[in-house]
């Protein structure tokens, strides 16, 4: 959202805030990514983590984690 105009990019978060929020999707779970120093919005019902640089190891082993966890909660 960063090369956005400033109003463009209110809209922009407001309908990713909307997307989230929707009844449609309620159960899905996202990921938005950025850079911290551009972080410029806040959503809510989103947990903020950073996540350090890693290496080839560790982001196969992040990625399998992530999908084990989703696995496991779901219905």
Known sequence: MKSCPQKKAKQLAQCIQDFANSIRYYQNQFIIGCRI????YRFQG???IEVADF????VKSFLEN????????SP
Not at 66 to 73: L, T, Y
Request: proline residues 0%; without cysteine.
């Open 37 to 40: 120093a551009v972080q410029e």
């Open 55 to 58: 290496n080839e190891i560790q």
């Open 46 to 48: 989103f947990d903020y």
């Open 66 to 73: 992530w999908f084990v966890g989703v696995d496991s909660n």
